[in-house]
């Protein structure tokens, strides 16, 4: 793909939020659990640490508070493969990580997920406080709306920095991930419909693109849409299919240079943690792409790494290549197949 550059010190660098995730364990309900499952996570930093984990170079900006919780989080960034260099330290009086409880349903009790975030360091993020040297350092640089709704200095601090690392011919990846939340459909539209035009891979649901970007037409209709209008290289969007909080089908549907691309969906995973699920699958498109694999390859990689996510408990997809790669042979292959591998 002639529109990303073919080398750079990273493949891939993220911008956004790595909160303190709090699980109760055993599918309670947060109201009767007594003790929590710590871990980490932000959409952001779970596709970075996807990517790193299937085999490129990739780094994450964000702000920690500088205390023992910040630092927790710092070693599972490391954990996940990916590099700390412009993580910022907070040592104001105001630092605090941001928190979210996560509940896991069963049917019919859905999952659920109580946010406790509000003033987190990573809101205090100013462009000053990233070195001037990053926008040279990346081929592609991935961000969500869900920076952009956070806080208005955050949002500010995020579009400067789409801007330069487009100017300096870094390829921009954008995951729309509306989050209800977090902003008004109507502002959350105004601010999107204003960066589209510099977004090279897009990520969006069928449902976002209809309800809160007000899309109208066919599916194909509304992705090339954003291609003709806006100039997007590659449009994906995912399809899942909720068949009960532990029962999930997946696939999803790639625009690319005129081909609408799609594989049969995974049907009946057994969900064990949704969460992160969709972020996989934007690390996998993305480690395809940046690869130098055909689009069709990509979009099986973004497909296989988030059906295999949703078997695994926390953000953080943790796959490897060849795990993904097992798993997309496994499943095209006819006659008999080992139930474990040994």
Not at 70 to 96: L, M, P, Q, T
Not at 273 to 288: C, F, I, K, P, Q
Request: aromatic fraction near 10%; charged fraction near 30%; include cysteine.
């Amino acid at each position: 793909m002639d529109f990303i550059k073919k080398y750079a010190e990273f493949d891939l660098i993220s911008f956004g939020e790595v909160m303190l995730r709090l699980s109760a364990p055993n599918k309670e309900k947060i109201s009767q659990s007594e003790t929590f499952e710590k871990n980490c996570g932000g959409s952001e930093f779970n596709v970075a640490s996807g990517a790193a984990n299937l085999g490129i170079r990739a780094a994450v900006v964000t702000k920690l508070p500088k205390n023992k919780l910040g630092h927790f989080v710092a070693r599972r960034i490391r954990y996940g493969n990916v590099s700390d260099d412009y993580v910022v330290w907070d040592e104001s009086d105001k630092r605090r990580l941001g928190i979210y409880y996560y509940e896991s349903g069963v049917y019919p009790r859905k999952s659920a997920v109580v946010y406790d975030r509000a003033g987190a360091s990573v809101c205090s993020l100013k462009l000053s406080e990233i070195p001037d040297e990053i926008y040279e350092k990346t081929r592609v640089f991935h961000i969500s709306s869900i920076s952009l709704a956070l806080d208005i200095n955050l949002r500010e601090t995020a579009l400067e920095m789409i801007k330069a690392m487009k100017r300096n011919g870094v390829a921009i990846s954008f995951d729309v991930n509306y989050r209800a939340a977090l902003w008004s459909e109507e502002e959350a539209r105004a601010v999107i419909e204003k960066i589209l035009p510099v977004v090279d891979i897009l990520f969006v649901s069928e449902e976002t693109s209809r309800r809160m970007l007000g899309r109208t037409g066919t599916l194909d209709e509304i992705m090339k849409g954003y291609a003709d209008t806006y100039g997007c290289k590659v449009v994906a969007t995912t399809r899942r299919e909720v068949v009960s909080p532990t029962k999930h089908n997946f696939g999803s549907r790639v625009y690319y240079d005129g081909k609408f691309y799609e594989e049969p969906h995974y049907m009946n995973i057994e969900v064990i943690d949704r969460v992160g699920s969709g972020d996989a699958y934007v690390a996998g498109v993305l480690y395809g792409i940046l690869s130098g694999d055909d689009i069709e390859k990509a979009m099986s990689y973004g497909n296989a790494l988030s059906a295999i996510k949703n078997t695994v408990s926390g953000d953080m997809s943790i796959s490897s290549i060849d795990e993904v790669e097992s798993v997309i042979k496994a499943r095209k292959a006819t006659g008999h197949q080992d139930e474990m591998i040994r």
